[in-house]
């Protein structure tokens, strides 16, 4: 009989097969986290789903040995959406459902709900590992868009580098909620450093109607998130979209509190990890060692040095915070000699994730597994 530490222990290597895995730890703080999350039986019914969504009759078939009816599971599905810990599409007035990562994923959905506890072993569990397995492919979630204002007028912006472009964009709902980074610090006492602002995250579409539905969020017009996007800049945050052209949510971050950039910290070279077209470049005849752009920066790339601001190219993310903040217009973004391409959609986003973490041949076989209908 399966013990209920067997039970989660089958959960971690099951979601460890996910682009974004769950690597377990000697301390246990994996199997801790997932208790917060999941009861038992949540827990067992999650290893039966699959990385790519499932007809609720197809998932129903690998249960029913349990005497568990299709109505019934369906409940227990809809209630683990509505937590934040199972993905939900409905096509042509059928329910599918899919294994969430995570992060960006279950982490995410419980912003506004979060115990000190639960809160205590994520940071813990970062620190351990999840922080490696994010950038574990070296292929982030998230890219950089820079500040336009630090851009030269000659240079021309790609779309997917205009953070305006990218809202423009947008088609359909569009919301913000508290940003769960920052939240889960001044849970455990330890409030960000950078600003105040808290209602930073932005999710558009079919994500922002899942975000309504769950409670996490507000709806707001186009005019509002630009808004919310100017204050986030003037106080120093990094925007970062979902790594796609068409970015499902625009995330504003900083060095105190956003995991993806506490963890990128700690590498010595922060810029191979991220997805950016630019770089910073000071002009040193007009700067004045005024040291703003020392405070700005979350990537702690700029430093001076016989009072004059240099940036290190190999911490540069290419965001633009230094630029907005300088008066003098001593720092600009610099266009790199090849422009990074986002992936077309976040689907292809994490396939390539996926492929480059497992290899093209073990892809395939997936392939083979899912046209036969089984379970990935």
């Given at each position: 009989?399966?013990?209920?530490?067997?039970?989660?222990?089958?959960?971690?290597?099951?979601?460890?097969?996910?682009?974004?895995?769950?690597?377990?730890?000697?301390?246990?703080?994996?199997?801790?986290?997932?208790?917060?999350?999941?009861?038992?039986?949540?827990?067992?019914?999650?290893?039966?789903?699959?990385?790519?969504?499932?007809?609720?009759?197809?998932?129903?078939?690998?249960?029913?040995?349990?005497?568990?009816?299709?109505?019934?599971?369906?409940?227990?599905?809809?209630?683990?959406?509505?937590?934040?810990?199972?993905?939900?599409?409905?096509?042509?007035?059928?329910?599918?459902?899919?294994?969430?990562?995570?992060?960006?994923?279950?982490?995410?959905?419980?912003?506004?709900?979060?115990?000190?506890?639960?809160?205590?072993?994520?940071?813990?569990?970062?620190?351990?590992?999840?922080?490696?397995?994010?950038?574990?492919?070296?292929?982030?979630?998230?890219?950089?868009?820079?500040?336009?204002?630090?851009?030269?007028?000659?240079?021309?912006?790609?779309?997917?580098?205009?953070?305006?472009?990218?809202?423009?964009?947008?088609?359909?709902?569009?919301?913000?909620?508290?940003?769960?980074?920052?939240?889960?610090?001044?849970?455990?006492?330890?409030?960000?450093?950078?600003?105040?602002?808290?209602?930073?995250?932005?999710?558009?579409?079919?994500?922002?109607?899942?975000?309504?539905?769950?409670?996490?969020?507000?709806?707001?017009?186009?005019?509002?998130?630009?808004?919310?996007?100017?204050?986030?800049?003037?106080?120093?945050?990094?925007?970062?979209?979902?790594?796609?052209?068409?970015?499902?949510?625009?995330?504003?971050?900083?060095?105190?509190?956003?995991?993806?950039?506490?963890?990128?910290?700690?590498?010595?070279?922060?810029?191979?990890?991220?997805?950016?077209?630019?770089?910073?470049?000071?002009?040193?005849?007009?700067?004045?060692?005024?040291?703003?752009?020392?405070?700005?920066?979350?990537?702690?790339?700029?430093?001076?040095?016989?009072?004059?601001?240099?940036?290190?190219?190999d911490r540069c993310i290419g965001c633009g915070v230094c630029a907005a903040g300088c008066n003098l217009k001593a720092i600009h973004l610099r266009k790199k000699e090849t422009a990074t391409v986002p992936p077309v959609s976040t689907g292809f986003l994490y396939k390539k994730i996926l492929t480059t973490k497992i290899g093209r041949w073990r892809m395939v076989k997936l392939g083979v597994k899912r046209l036969a209908r089984m379970q990935v």
């Amino acid at each position: 009989m399966t013990t209920e530490t067997e039970v989660y222990r089958d959960l971690q290597r099951h979601l460890d097969r996910l682009p974004i895995g769950f690597p377990a730890t000697e301390s246990g703080v994996d199997i801790r986290v997932l208790r917060h999350l999941f009861t038992p039986e949540e827990a067992w019914l999650a290893t039966q789903l699959s990385m790519l969504p499932e007809s609720l009759t197809r998932v129903h078939r690998r249960v029913r040995k349990t005497g568990t009816s299709i109505e019934e599971l369906e409940r227990s599905l809809d209630q683990m959406v509505q937590k934040g810990l199972v993905m939900s599409r409905t096509r042509d007035g059928h329910k599918y459902y899919a294994n969430e990562m995570l992060a960006i994923g279950m982490y995410e959905h419980q912003v506004d709900r979060m115990p000190q506890g639960f809160v205590e072993d994520m940071l813990q569990y970062l620190d351990e590992a999840f922080g490696v397995e994010l950038y574990r492919t070296r292929i982030p979630q998230l890219r950089t868009v820079p500040v336009e204002r630090g851009i030269p007028q000659e240079h021309r912006v790609a779309t997917y580098d205009s953070i305006r472009e990218i809202v423009g964009a947008v088609e359909g709902q569009m919301v913000v909620a508290n940003c769960i980074c920052r939240q889960a610090k001044d849970r455990v006492g330890e409030s960000c450093h950078q600003t105040d602002l808290r209602e930073t995250c932005l999710i558009f579409g079919r994500a922002a109607e899942h975000y309504l539905d769950m409670g996490l969020a507000r709806s707001i017009t186009k005019e509002e998130a630009l808004t919310i996007l100017n204050q986030a800049q003037e106080a120093g945050l990094v925007l970062q979209p979902i790594n796609s052209q068409r970015p499902e949510a625009v995330c504003c971050c900083c060095g105190d509190c956003c995991g993806l950039l506490m963890s990128a910290k700690k590498h010595p070279k922060p810029s191979e990890l991220y997805a950016s077209s630019y770089y910073a470049e000071v002009d040193a005849g007009r700067c004045n060692a005024c040291a703003s752009c020392v405070d700005r920066c979350q990537l702690q790339a700029a430093t001076l040095i016989n009072d004059v601001c240099v940036v290190d190219r190999d911490r540069c993310i290419g965001c633009g915070v230094c630029a907005a903040g300088c008066n003098l217009k001593a720092i600009h973004l610099r266009k790199k000699e090849t422009a990074t391409v986002p992936p077309v959609s976040t689907g292809f986003l994490y396939k390539k994730i996926l492929t480059t973490k497992i290899g093209r041949w073990r892809m395939v076989k997936l392939g083979v597994k899912r046209l036969a209908r089984m379970q990935v």
